[in-house]
T-cell receptor
Framework: DTEVTQTPKHLVMGMTNKKSLKCEQH?????MYWYKQKAKKPPELMFV???????INESVPSRFSPECPNSSLLNLHLHALQPEDSALYLC????????????FGAGTRLSVL | DAKTTQPTSMDCAEGRAANLPCNHS???????VYWYRQIHSQGPQYIIH???NNETNEMASLIITEDRKSSTLILPHATLRDTAVYYC??????????FGKGTHLIIQP
């Protein structure tokens, strides 16, 4: 099983809402990632978790708050987003080895109104 | 991560081999070359990786030059479902991937 599951697939939220994106994997991977992808652009790294601890934060605004409650789950909490935050949010996971083979979910398409 | 350069777009006829080039002249000795692809509205999909030797799996072949400054991804018998953006990425370890602009491969019927 090489599946990374992201929910919801689509999300529409207002600028004052609080919502969460969820990501789950059962491959025993101990590294998990959040990427943001704007239309017609490549994915951009946001956060990296290693052994459930935040190891990389690519200067992401605090209105994005990641959480890794256990080795299988990764959340991205959203609060007071701006319309320019509308994008496809991708989750990925990988083993913590010398290789960087990441398995991606299908993403959550977020629209901020 | 190494900086990579790829053509913006390429066309290939269905059933023919698709050869996608990538320059990665700044890659260091211990960095792998990875190829991923992203079909429209889906998450990126890992294809293949290599360090020094040529590699082949069920999806593709990877040819790496001896000086490791460039590589070519080969899809031996392209189908319409291979239409996607293909990303060549240099790097290693469990860091995040740094995606370049990639190559938009269009398979023509």
């Amino acid at each position: 099983d090489t599946e990374v599951t992201q929910t919801p697939k689509h999300l529409v939220m207002g600028m004052t809402n609080k919502k969460s994106l969820k990501c789950e994997q059962h491959m025993g991977h101990r590294a998990m990632y959040w990427y943001k992808q704007k239309a017609k652009k490549p994915p951009e790294l946001m956060f990296v978790y290693s052994y459930e601890k935040l190891s990389i934060n690519e200067s992401v605004p605090s209105r994005f708050s990641p959480e890794c409650p256990n080795s299988s789950l990764l959340n991205l909490h959203l609060h007071a987003l701006q319309p320019e935050d509308s994008a496809l949010y991708l989750c990925a996971s990988s083993h913590l080895t010398g290789l960087n083979i990441q398995y991606f979910g299908a993403g959550t398409r977020l629209s901020v109104l | 991560d190494a900086k990579t350069t790829q053509p913006t777009s390429m066309d290939c006829a269905e059933g023919r081999a698709a050869n996608l080039p990538c320059n990665h002249s700044t890659i260091s000795g211990n960095e792998y070359v990875y190829w991923y692809r992203q079909i429209h509205s889906q998450g990126p999909q890992y294809i293949i990786h290599g360090l020094k030797n040529n590699e082949t799996n069920e999806m593709a072949s990877l040819i790496i030059t001896e000086d490791r400054k460039s590589s070519t991804l080969i899809l031996p018998h392209a189908t319409l479902r291979d239409t996607a953006v293909y990303y060549c990425i240099g790097g290693g370890g469990a860091d995040g991937l740094t995606f370049g602009k990639g190559t938009h491969l269009i398979i023509q019927p």
